[in-house]
DNA sequence: TTGTAAGCGTTATCAC
DNA sequence: GTGATAACGCTTACAA
């Protein structure tokens, strides 16, 4: 129940806090029987080093933070699963900060971040148009910050992508080659990184392929459900595309939706491609064509590329990783 | 670059260190006019109190810690997202660790946060049939634990659930409704204390509508999606259920593609109902009937009860919330 | 192999 | 309103 303490352990088994210590810290310059009569009372009197003590002596933290925009879009899940497994076995702790897209929440983050809670910082950016400065800060304070999927060009960081570019030509590519005249781009507003990416590969396909494009065609979405259903819908009634390139797969499920309820047979009389990282797009009517990113992988890099910086390697600054996405063609492309 | 600390912004101002941690901390007893010299200068310098300082002497983190057996499962995103809203307007930060289901795992997290690194724990246990005294060392720490959806009911803490037994007696009294006669139920191996509560209402279910409890047609699942496939495979060959029950939505999706692959029709030939938190089983084919929980709220009131306990309202403890799930019924059930 | 003692950077208590 | 000072609990030189 009273807390016990280094010294009250010591005095216990007298020997001195140091000797504690040595115990805990398995050195080598310790009595391997002093060492068991140490973690033997130890264990009996529920005795752990205090965290803050030790951190503070050490400033160390084992501790990193990871920000992003959500935790309910799969794709972070399954990448903050591949970054959870390579921490846990490197003995690092993880934070987790959800920016829900506010950049004043980015902001924020980052600043309380400077007071030397964690060694490092994963991040998935929801800013790219604002300003970095704050970000800088951080840097000058040693806190190395690695960024994946949503990255911040104008940063000097480490970063772990897929090829956006490309995946959104080659989805573009497909359903113009399956016949496709009229290709909605369902989009996310925010000029993130990304989104500017993946509307740059879908322009220049529809260009390549001589099909115009046209601004209208192009769909504006938000993080919110609701909002994103009724634009979408009115973009399909109004515009009649016979071909969705989405940006995440929420905007595909909602097409699907739309399809269902005004009676536009998928794939027949509009096609749709997303990117996805869920499993069930295997299981949706019909199965959903995909461009689908190594979610968990992208997490494992990014956190590799942050231990390297903290264990020393500090070229890893200039690494760039961009890793491969996946472009699985089902039922919502076919031609019939 | 240098690292400044209280002393030296002391000295940089002329004022004492207290000075600066009234500044800080938002005490009256202080000049304003000092405190605004104080914060512009601190600003400018980019200085903010060193965090493990701070707890060392305060001996509260601001921290909890949240165990669950995986990120990637939705009810578990939408859980943290829930609890992290709550947190942050509390202003409290959020550590994230996976037990992936192994009791070993779990262990080793709770007896590393008994070294005083977290205000308090809120968790989904992944070894109901395990001895809990590694849990009964944290209560006498006095760091409070709050459990949610999988609860230990050994252990004494308030705790967030569900009305399992009363949903799959639902579900499964749904599926005799509609003329099943062989239902078999799909569940999770390791005997936590939702899968046994979901066994029963189902085992009840059956017993009061006439069908025979058949042990066979109760399958064990793993948290591996490419066994569950071979035994939900092989179960469906070789005993032809007419109705199935699962208690995760994985569970259903995987059903979903073997009848797929076997030509089995849904609902003429297998009914199927699943727990989900997913918002694509409208969108499945066909629709999937699903009872679903509350998933936000579940992790908002665990947050909710765990924060209580921390600001001194101590009969917290005794607190049992349990919420309703819904049934949504959609075509997967359908009778023709 | 072990002990002593000086910090790590804050904040609380008490003077002034 | 402000300053000196003693903790908080640990780790690490250095000495023994």
Redesign the interface.
């Known amino acids: 129940?009273n807390k016990i303490d280094i010294k009250t352990l010591a005095k216990e088994l007298n020997v001195s806090p140091a000797t504690i210590t040595r115990a805990f810290r398995g050195y080598s310059d310790i009595n391997p029987e002093t060492k068991e009569r140490i973690l033997a009372l130890a264990k009996k009197l529920?005795y752990?080093?205090?965290?803050?003590?030790s951190?503070?002596r050490e400033?160390k933290?084992k501790?990193i933070a990871v920000i992003i925009p959500?935790?309910?879009d799969?794709f972070f899940?399954?990448a903050?699963?591949g970054l959870?497994?390579l921490a846990?076995q490197k003995g690092y702790?993880?934070?987790?900060?959800?920016t829900e897209n506010q950049y004043e929440k980015e902001v924020s983050f980052i600043?309380?971040l400077?007071?030397?809670?964690v060694d490092g910082i994963i991040m998935s950016g929801c800013a790219e148009a604002q300003d970095h400065k704050y970000l800088h800060?951080l840097q000058?304070?040693n806190i190395p910050v690695v960024f994946f999927d949503r990255i911040y060009d104008d940063v000097k960081a480490p970063k772990v992508s897929t090829d956006d570019y490309e995946s959104s030509y080659k989805a573009t590519k497909l359903l113009a080659e399956r016949g496709c005249k009229k290709i909605a781009h369902l989009g996310y507003k925010n000029a993130r990184s990304i989104g500017k990416t993946r509307m740059e590969g879908y322009q220049d396909a529809l260009k390549d392929f001589g099909l115009p494009v046209d601004e209208q065609l192009i769909i504006n979405c938000l993080d919110d459900?609701e909002q994103n259903y009724a634009c979408i819908s009115l973009a399909i009634k109004s515009l009649k595309p016979d071909g969705i390139f989405a940006a995440g797969e929420?905007l595909a499920?909602i097409s699907?939706?739309i399809c269902?309820e005004l009676q536009i047979k998928i794939p027949d009389a509009l096609k749709i491609i997303s990117y996805s990282s869920?499993?069930?797009a295997?299981?949706?009517?019909?199965s959903l064509t995909t461009i689908t990113q190594p979610a968990l992988e992208i997490g494992n890099k990014a956190a590799m590329l942050l231990f390297q910086i903290l264990e020393g390697e500090s070229q890893a600054v200039e690494n760039q990783i961009i890793l491969q996405s996946e472009l699985i063609e089902r039922e919502s492309t076919r031609m019939r």
């Open positions: 129940m529920n752990h080093p205090n965290y803050y003590a951190n503070l400033t933290s501790t959500q935790l309910r799969i899940s399954l903050i699963d959870e497994s846990n702790h993880i934070l987790i900060y959800r600043n309380y400077q007071n030397g809670r800060q000058k304070r459900n929420n499920f699907y939706k269902h869920s499993e069930v295997d299981l949706l009517n019909p």
